[in-house]
């Protein structure tokens, strides 16, 4: 049975017990996978595929967010749970359509062998926060799809303001 297009899911009625809960809105778009490599005449592993996720939530829950609190907010929480996490300098930024956002790259370690790299990103519109995060393997220095993500992400729109 196929599955139907994002576009078409929906609720008939939101159930009750979920009308507190903090709706998010997710797209995850996923690069095509490395090739495959061979070492000393055995398969490596392929690293991670290099990913953009965008994330939205209401606004309600955070009435007075600007794009530097809901980064600072997740460097505070992401701090105090990831150990041995690297976070780099935050950035203010224009995305295309003109609207101020902010964002960081961070490093961490997914296994003694394997490092991550990611960028994040906010911006908060009239009644929305989004968050953007791209994620590579740290290994790949040179990843042409990363620079790919970062740049969707820089030249996202509102539908208003595009």
Request: charged share 25%; hydrophobic share 40%; glycine share 4%.
């Amino acid at each position: 049975m196929p599955t139907s297009p994002l576009s078409e899911l929906t609720f008939e009625r939101l159930p009750e017990a979920l009308h507190p809960w903090e709706l998010r809105r997710q797209y995850t778009f996923i690069a095509p996978p490395q090739p495959t490599v061979r070492i000393g005449g055995q398969e490596a592993a392929p690293p991670p595929r290099t990913n953009l996720v965008v994330s939205q939530s209401a606004k309600a829950w955070s009435p007075d967010a600007t794009a530097r609190q809901q980064l600072e907010e997740f460097l505070r929480q992401t701090s105090s749970t990831v150990p041995g996490i690297r976070v780099g300098t935050p950035e203010e930024f224009v995305f295309a359509d003109g609207h101020a956002g902010c964002c960081v790259e961070i490093e961490f370690a997914v296994t003694p062998s394997q490092s991550l790299l990611q960028w994040h990103a906010f911006r908060v519109d009239d009644e929305t926060i989004t968050q953007f995060v791209v994620t590579r393997d740290r290994e790949l220095d040179d990843d042409p799809d990363f620079e790919v993500a970062v740049d969707v992400a820089r030249r996202f729109a509102t539908r208003s303001a595009a």
